[in-house]
């Protein structure tokens, strides 16, 4: 059985990681099979979301696996590290909105997984950290700019510096979450929003996707051209002609991604 496991449903995909007996920690192997998949993800134009998970009840990912850490010498970890480091970039930068369904535990290079994608549900119990510093590293995964972007540089620091847990409840009151919702309601949850994005003219959300993740990163002008040139990638469609169509004919429009 593999360590990363790709499931379709239709036209959404699902990154289970399967390790829950070790928490769905990253081994080497696990962080390889998932940069195949993610670029499988980004090549597939059937797939318009993503939903990525954790099997089992305990833990969406408790991050690297410390078990092999304590194996390898320091050219392996620098291997390591930047395997999760371009692997979770290649996450964030699939044109395909991402939800991340928290079903328990996400620290460390897990809560990283989590902030890489676009949306994050978490179960109520569930609790989440960048935790690295209390094993006397930091995040290497992107969490010290992500964390920071999202929540503000103050209280990033707070959470990175102090290596503090945190509950569902209050990574919602954050604004690290999008929505927090009972064990049993989680994937249905995921699969909603999911649902309510790939109705949309797949080409048009990828662009927004694109133009908001570029833009927000630089300065209002830069970020205005971006959006210009991402909407000029629209404008040749057939979605774009066929939503104008559908509404003239009062249906549903029919997308194609063309």
Known sequence: MKKIELLRKDQLAFIIINRPEQLNCFDYESLVQLEEIADEIKLDKSIRAVIVTGAGERAFSAGADLKERRTLNEQEVRRNVNKIRSVFNMIEELPQPTIAAINGYALGGGFELALVCDFRISVEEAQMGLTEVSWAIIPGAGGTQRLSRLIGTSKAKELILTARKITAKEAMDM???????????????AEELAGEMMKNGPMAVTQAKYAINYGSNADL???????????????????????LVAFNEKRPPQFKGE
């Open 175 to 189: 604004g690290i979450l999008n929505k927090v919702v009972g064990r049993d309601q989680l994937i249905n949850a």
């Open 221 to 243: 002008q830069t970020g205005l051209a971006i959006e210009s040139k991402a909407y000029e990638v629209i404008i040749p469609t057939k979605d774009r002609i066929e939503a």
